[in-house]
Nanobody, 115 residues
């Protein structure tokens, strides 16, 4: 069982920045594939950014060059640095871990970008 706890969400103006954190339980964090998803009201949950155990990263086209995913294996934490935020980035952001083909989810953190 892997527990994930997100933090760092909040209200920010257009063009602002936020950094989300996700702390994971378990002693094998370095092998987890870690992802950030988001879900806006009335929309499906979508993948925003992913980072593998090899630290390769992938991003949704809508956030490329604005968001950066990173991980600190010593702290069992994954981060999402979000810059140049837009109102369309408003959503609940969820941390996801894939461990031996099992999916684990955090409870989410709200990000609201005002225009």
């Amino acid at each position: 069982q892997v527990q994930l706890v997100e933090s760092g969400g909040g209200l920010v103006q257009t063009g602002g920045s936020l950094r989300l954190s996700c702390a994971a339980s378990g002693r094998q964090f370095r092998i987890y594939a870690m992802n950030w998803f988001r879900q806006a009201p009335g929309k499906q949950r979508e993948l925003v950014a992913a980072i593998g155990s090899d630290e390769n990263t992938n991003y949704a086209d809508s956030v490329k060059d604005r968001f950066t995913i990173s991980r600190d294996n010593a702290k069992s934490t994954v981060y999402l640095q979000m810059n140049s935020l837009k109102p369309e980035d408003t959503a609940v952001y969820y941390c996801n871990a894939v461990v031996f083909f099992l999916n684990y989810w955090g409870r989410g953190t709200q990000v609201t970008v005002s225009s």
